[in-house]
C-alpha cells in the first residue's frame, strides 16, 4: 500500500483541526503533530515512510502484530456479506460461536460471556451485573463498589467512579454514589527494582476487610481490580495479594471483578491473567486484544451462577435490560474469530511465558541508566519509571516519548513512566531493538 496513502493530511496545518482528540494535550499536539500512516507486523510507519518499532502494542491491543492477513480478510469477508445484523431480539450465527470459542479459553467456571464494544463498556456493564445479581439474589442492599487508587477502568461513568487515578476523576463531580476505594500496591520503598511479582505488600489486601467493615460487608456488590495496573504505569500485584482478595470477598459474599482489558489474551503468557496468578475472579472485563484491535469490541466473562441468578421469570422477558447497538457486531465477531485462530496456530497466548526472562533482563539491564527509578516486569510487559524534573511532572518521560519516537520507537508513557509491551509475536533480536532505543533515549534526554 501507498505510504502517503493521505498525502492531503500532510503538509497543512492541524492547528485548527475540527479533531478534539481524546485523552491527548491538543494544543501542543496540533503544532507538532506524530502521525502515523501504515502498520506491519510489530512496525508501525509515519506518512514520510519513516519505521517505527511498535513498544506498546498501539494502545496494547494489537496483540498479533498489525495488520494480520488472516484477521483483515475476515473483516473484509464479512463487511461484503453482511455489515451489520441488529443484537437485540435477533441474532447471527458468528457472535453464538465466538461467545463459545471466548469461553473455551477462560478460567474455570466463567462459562458465559455478554459482548460490548470497549473496555469502558466492559466496565460499565460489570458493575451494573454486579448490582443485579444481588437484587434478583434478594441482596438488593448490597449496592457499594470498591474500586482501587491509581486503577483505570475505563472512561465511562461507573469506571470512572471506581478508577483511581485522580487526573481522570476530579474534574467530573460526584460521579457514582456508593463507591470507596483499596490503597494502591506501589511501594518503591520496599519493592523498586523487583523482578515480576514484588515481595512485599499482600497485606494491603485487607483494605477490603476494612472497607467491608466500615460500610458493613452486607452493603457490598463488588470490588473491581486490574490484576496489574497498566494504565498507570505498570504496578504488578505483590505475591498473595490477589489471591487475599479472593478471601476476603468468598467471605464476605462480594463479587470479585478482574478488569483483564490488559491482561487478557496473551500479555502475561496465559490466555488471561486471572490464569497467570491462579486465581479466578467471579467476572471478567476484556476489550483489545480480543480482536486483535482490527474492529472495536469488549466482553465481559462470569461464572455461570451470576448468569443463572438472571435467568429466571418468564421465559418471554428481557432478562437483562442492557446492551449497546453494536454488541456483538458481525465485523468484530468475525475479527475475533480470526484473532483466536491467529493465536492458536502462532502459540501467541503462551508466548511472553516463553519471551518473559528474557524480556525481563533485558529491562532491568536499563537499571544505573540517568534518570531510572525503577523498573517493574511481569509478563511481556515492562515500565521504566523516570524521577521527574522539579516542578514539571511528566515532561521528561514525555520528552522520552517524543525522543523514542524521532530515534524509530513507539513508547507509551504515563506521567514519568515509560511502558513497553510490544506484540507478541516479537523476537528477541527485535526486543533488542527495541531496548537499544529505549537506551539511547534515556541516555539523550535531560
Ligand atoms: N480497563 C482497563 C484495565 C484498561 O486498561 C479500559 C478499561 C478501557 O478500555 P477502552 O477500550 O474503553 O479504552 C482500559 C483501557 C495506556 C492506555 O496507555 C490504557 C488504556 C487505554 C488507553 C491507553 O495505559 N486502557
Ligand atoms: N442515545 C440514543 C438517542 C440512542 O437511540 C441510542 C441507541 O439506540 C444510544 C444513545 C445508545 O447507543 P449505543 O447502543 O450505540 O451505545
Same mark, same amino acid.
Given at each position: 500500500?501507498?505510504?502517503?496513502?493521505?498525502?492531503?493530511?500532510?503538509?497543512?496545518?492541524?492547528?485548527?483541526?475540527?479533531?478534539?482528540?481524546?485523552?491527548?494535550?491538543?494544543?501542543?499536539?496540533?503544532?507538532?503533530?506524530?502521525?502515523?500512516?501504515?502498520?506491519?507486523?510489530?512496525?508501525?510507519?509515519?506518512?514520510?515512510?519513516?519505521?517505527?518499532?511498535?513498544?506498546?502494542?498501539?494502545?496494547?491491543?494489537?496483540?498479533?502484530?498489525?495488520?494480520?492477513?488472516?484477521?483483515?480478510?475476515?473483516?473484509?469477508?464479512?463487511?461484503?456479506?453482511?455489515?451489520?445484523?441488529?443484537?437485540?431480539?435477533?441474532?447471527?450465527?458468528?457472535?453464538?460461536?465466538?461467545?463459545?470459542?471466548?469461553?473455551?479459553?477462560?478460567?474455570?467456571?466463567?462459562?458465559?460471556?455478554?459482548?460490548?464494544?470497549?473496555?469502558?463498556?466492559?466496565?460499565?456493564?460489570?458493575?451494573?451485573?454486579?448490582?443485579?445479581?444481588?437484587?434478583?439474589?434478594?441482596?438488593?442492599?448490597?449496592?457499594?463498589?470498591?474500586?482501587?487508587?491509581?486503577?483505570?477502568?475505563?472512561?465511562?461513568?461507573?469506571?470512572?467512579?471506581?478508577?483511581?487515578?485522580?487526573?481522570?476523576?476530579?474534574?467530573?463531580?460526584?460521579?457514582?454514589?456508593?463507591?470507596?476505594?483499596?490503597?494502591?500496591?506501589?511501594?518503591?520503598?520496599?519493592?523498586?527494582?523487583?523482578?515480576?511479582?514484588?515481595?512485599?505488600?499482600?497485606?494491603?489486601?485487607?483494605?477490603?476487610?476494612?472497607?467491608?467493615?466500615?460500610?458493613?460487608?452486607?452493603?457490598?456488590?463488588?470490588?473491581?481490580?486490574? /490484576?496489574? @495496573? #497498566?494504565?498507570? +504505569?505498570?504496578?504488578?500485584?505483590? *505475591?498473595?495479594?490477589? %489471591?487475599? =482478595?479472593?478471601?476476603?470477598?468468598?467471605?464476605?459474599?462480594?463479587?470479585?471483578?478482574?478488569?483483564?482489558?490488559?491482561?487478557?489474551?496473551?500479555?502475561?503468557?496465559?490466555?488471561?491473567?486471572?490464569?497467570?496468578?491462579?486465581?479466578?475472579?467471579?467476572?471478567?472485563?476484556?476489550?483489545?486484544?480480543?480482536?486483535?484491535?482490527?474492529?472495536?469490541?469488549?466482553?465481559?466473562?462470569?461464572?455461570?451462577?451470576?448468569?443463572?441468578?438472571?435467568?429466571?421469570?418468564?421465559?418471554?422477558?428481557?432478562?437483562?435490560?442492557?446492551?449497546?447497538?453494536?454488541?456483538?457486531? /458481525?465485523? @468484530? #465477531?468475525?475479527? +475475533?474469530?480470526?484473532?483466536?485462530? *491467529?493465536?492458536?496456530? %502462532?502459540? =501467541?497466548?503462551?508466548?511472553?511465558?516463553?519471551?518473559?526472562?528474557?524480556?525481563?533482563?533485558?529491562?532491568?539491564?536499563?537499571?544505573?541508566?540517568?534518570?531510572?527509578?525503577?523498573?517493574?516486569?511481569?509478563?511481556?510487559?515492562?515500565?521504566?519509571?523516570?524521577?521527574?524534573?522539579?516542578?514539571?511532572?511528566?515532561?521528561?518521560?514525555?520528552?522520552?516519548?517524543?525522543?523514542?519516537?524521532?530515534?524509530?520507537?513507539?513508547?507509551?508513557?504515563?506521567?514519568?513512566?515509560?511502558?513497553?509491551?510490544?506484540?507478541?509475536?516479537?523476537?528477541?533480536?527485535?526486543?533488542?531493538?527495541?531496548?537499544?532505543?529505549?537506551?539511547?533515549?534515556?541516555?539523550?534526554?535531560?
Amino acid at each position: 500500500m501507498n505510504e502517503r496513502a493521505h498525502p492531503e493530511a500532510l503538509g497543512r496545518s492541524l492547528e485548527d483541526s475540527a479533531f478534539f482528540m481524546p485523552f491527548s494535550a491538543n494544543r501542543q499536539f496540533k503544532k507538532a503533530p506524530r502521525l502515523l500512516a501504515r502498520a506491519d507486523g510489530i512496525y508501525y510507519y509515519t506518512p514520510e515512510g519513516r519505521r517505527l518499532i511498535d513498544g506498546t502494542s498501539g494502545l496494547w491491543c494489537v496483540n498479533a502484530g498489525h495488520c494480520r492477513r488472516k484477521i483483515v480478510e475476515a473483516v473484509q469477508r464479512q463487511v461484503a456479506t453482511m455489515e451489520f445484523a441488529p443484537p437485540f431480539q435477533m441474532g447471527h450465527p458468528a457472535a453464538f460461536e465466538f461467545a463459545d470459542r471466548v469461553v473455551e479459553l477462560a478460567p474455570p467456571g466463567l462459562r458465559r460471556v455478554f459482548f460490548t464494544n470497549s473496555g469502558s463498556e466492559s466496565v460499565d456493564t460489570a458493575l451494573k451485573l454486579a448490582l443485579a445479581y444481588h437484587r434478583a439474589r434478594g441482596e438488593g442492599q448490597r449496592v457499594r463498589l470498591i474500586g482501587r487508587e491509581r486503577g483505570y477502568h475505563g472512561a465511562n461513568f461507573g469506571g470512572t467512579a471506581v478508577g483511581g487515578i485522580v487526573a481522570n476523576r476530579k474534574i467530573f463531580g460526584a460521579l457514582v454514589a456508593g463507591v470507596d476505594h483499596l490503597r494502591h500496591t506501589h511501594d518503591p520503598a520496599r519493592n523498586a527494582f523487583s523482578r515480576g511479582q514484588p515481595r512485599h505488600g499482600a497485606e494491603l489486601a485487607e483494605d477490603l476487610e476494612r472497607l467491608a467493615q466500615l460500610h458493613d460487608p452486607s452493603t457490598i456488590a463488588a470490588v473491581i481490580v486490574e /490484576p496489574v @495496573a #497498566c494504565s498507570t +504505569g505498570v504496578l504488578v500485584p505483590p *505475591v498473595g495479594y490477589l %489471591e487475599r =482478595l479472593r478471601e476476603i470477598c468468598d467471605r464476605h459474599g462480594i463479587l470479585l471483578i478482574f478488569d483483564e482489558v490488559i491482561t487478557a489474551w496473551g500479555r502475561l503468557g496465559k490466555p488471561f491473567g486471572a490464569q497467570h496468578f491462579g486465581v479466578t475472579p467471579d467476572l471478567i472485563t476484556t476489550a483489545k486484544g480480543i480482536t486483535n484491535a482490527t474492529v472495536p469490541m469488549g466482553a465481559v466473562l462470569m461464572k455461570e451462577d451470576v448468569f443463572r441468578a438472571f435467568m429466571t421469570g418468564p421465559e418471554g422477558a428481557i432478562e437483562m435490560p442492557h446492551g449497546y447497538t453494536y454488541s456483538a457486531h /458481525p465485523l @468484530a #465477531c468475525a475479527a +475475533g474469530l480470526a484473532t483466536l485462530d *491467529v493465536y492458536a496456530e %502462532e502459540g =501467541l497466548l503462551g508466548r511472553a511465558a516463553e519471551l518473559a526472562s528474557y524480556w525481563e533482563d533485558k529491562a532491568h539491564a536499563l537499571k544505573g541508566l540517568p534518570h531510572v527509578i525503577d523498573i517493574r516486569n511481569i509478563g511481556l510487559i515492562a515500565a521504566i519509571e523516570l524521577a521527574p524534573r522539579a516542578g514539571a511532572p511528566g515532561a521528561r518521560a514525555f520528552d522520552a516519548h517524543v525522543r523514542a519516537f524521532e530515534k524509530g520507537a513507539y513508547v507509551r508513557v504515563a506521567g514519568d513512566i515509560l511502558e513497553l509491551a510490544p506484540p507478541l509475536i516479537i523476537e528477541k533480536p527485535q526486543i533488542d531493538e527495541l531496548f537499544a532505543i529505549v537506551r539511547e533515549v534515556l541516555e539523550s534526554i535531560a
